[in-house]
């Protein structure tokens, strides 16, 4: 077999499907019609959008929604009507991919009705914001993509992943218009102007690497705001329960809830004012004066109350070792696997240590330095949990790198040494933390936060050379 036919073979043959998002404004906002599937059909028991392939090459995406939509749910729906929604690139966890487009409609004739009861067994109206349960993982990632309003998604599943949505297996990736000043989708705009007035201006400002979606709205009044879309059920509920508890207690270093949407997955928030100190030049100096406050601000959110604390062994930490090692390997200096796995070894003698409120991505990304006041605010609290204190600091040791002076500063500022326990469980996060990073970006083409992996691990390194 020549190389451009074995290439041939490999080439992607994706089957083609049409998805109907029927939508009308029902009693409790926009709703959208959806059918159970039933029978000897894949994925029986769990909703889905009215839906179906392409029947060959005489009949186009358009048309094929249209029969679509006669067949299963017995309508008429004037293809002038159909509009676009957004296209999905999916892999089921059985490993088959297709292309899905999904189309809104929101003009029609006739009552919607199951008509064919051998493969559908209910037809009913959901409110957006409230999708129901059971339902097909492609089908939410699909009506996820089109609320956030985004034209194109990537939802490949991994081998093991549930048919069904799951929150915790939500491989959504939505990719923007390019070139376009975007805002947000009008469910979201509607949310946030319901919560602080009419917006009169959108900016888009989402960090790139990251699912979630960030825009800095102006009020008509000259407000500032923030609102936000999580990625994802776990990092909304983490966030909106963050900031209804302990973050608070903060005072002015932190933005405050305004309005919080579980269905949406959307929050506003208060401005705070600074730039992030990501990429950031200071004088010596002033560098020092920020990571002194770095280390007060970490110090106060580890004091935050969290009721009764559950001690976390390093043990604990080590689930996803094999995985980050096997995806990673390739980038990693000779030694650099070893003393990742001898370092796992020791953590199995570790003593365990407390859980306290933690930021959990606490780096300079999200930390604002205000100029002008001399001030240091923290945003972003989607990744805040209960854990110990140097999963925090974990993550800013690479901010001071071989500076010992900012080390110091920071330790100054949060106000005690690390205990010797402590400092080893530090030194296990921090070589975790590398090999996932290297991971992630090489994963995702992201030479930034590899380079960050690689940086820590050849720290290590240097600091266990025998």
């Not at 909703?47 to 679509?68: K, M």
């Not at 997955?265 to 990429?279: D, E, K, M, N």
């Not at 200071?282 to 009764?308: D, T, V």
Request: hydrophobic letters at 40%.
């Amino acid at each position: 077999m020549t190389g451009h036919q074995a290439a041939a073979e490999q080439r992607h043959r994706e089957c083609i499907d049409v998805h109907l998002i029927l939508r009308r404004d029902g009693p409790r906002g926009p709703e959208v019609l959806l059918s159970r599937r039933a029978g000897d059909v894949y994925a029986a028991g769990l909703w889905h959008l009215v839906s179906g392939h392409l029947d060959g090459p005489h009949e186009d995406i358009v048309e094929a929604l249209v029969r679509e939509a006669r067949e299963e749910s017995g309508i008429a729906v004037d293809p002038a009507d159909v509009g676009a929604a957004t296209v999905v690139h999916h892999r089921a966890p059985a490993g088959a991919a297709r292309i899905g487009f999904f189309f809104e409609v929101r003009r029609w004739q006739g009552t919607p009705a199951v008509q064919e009861p051998q493969v559908c067994d209910g037809m009913d109206w959901f409110a957006l914001d409230d999708l129901p349960t059971p339902m097909v993982a492609y089908c939410r990632a699909g009506l996820d993509a089109y609320v956030a309003g985004r034209p194109v998604a990537v939802h490949f599943q991994e081998p093991g992943d549930p048919i069904s949505y799951s929150p915790d297996h939500h491989r959504l990736h939505t990719l923007p218009t390019a070139g376009a000043q975007e805002t947000p989708a009008p469910l979201v705009r509607r949310f946030a102007e319901q919560a602080v007035g009419r917006i009169t201006s959108w900016s888009d400002i989402s960090w790139p690497r990251d699912g979630s979606r960030v825009w800095r709205a102006g009020g008509v009044r000259g407000g500032t705001w923030f609102v936000k879309v999580h990625q994802s059920d776990r990092f909304h509920d983490r966030e909106v329960a963050a900031y209804r508890t302990w973050v608070p207690t903060l005072g002015g270093a932190v933005p405050r809830l305004v309005a919080a949407d579980p269905g949406l997955r959307a929050i506003v928030v208060t401005a705070v004012p600074g730039r992030p100190l990501h990429g950031a030049v200071h004088p010596p100096e002033e560098q020092r004066r920020i990571f002194r406050a770095i280390g007060a601000l970490a110090a106060a959110i580890h004091r935050c109350a969290l009721g009764s604390l559950t001690p976390v062994t390093a043990a604990a930490a080590l689930g996803k070792l094999e995985g980050y090692l096997a995806a990673a390997r390739g980038r990693l200096a000779p030694g650099d696997e070893e003393l990742v796995r001898a370092l796992a070894k020791q953590a199995e003698r570790l003593p365990p240590v407390e859980e306290v409120a933690t930021h959990g991505d606490l780096q300079l990304r999200n930390l604002l330095w205000d100029d002008q006041a001399g001030r240091l605010f923290a945003i972003d609290f989607e990744r805040s949990e209960p854990g110990p204190a140097i999963r925090d600091i974990a993550r800013l040791a690479d901010a001071w790198g071989d500076r010992a002076d900012l080390q110091a500063a920071f330790v100054a500022g949060y106000g005690r040494l690390l205990t010797p326990t402590e400092e080893d469980h530090l030194t296990l996060l921090q070589a975790l933390d590398s090999v996932s990073a290297v991971q992630y970006g090489t994963t995702h083409d992201d030479p930034e936060l590899v380079e960050r992996g690689l940086r820590t691990l050849a720290r290590l390194r240097a600091a266990h050379r025998p």
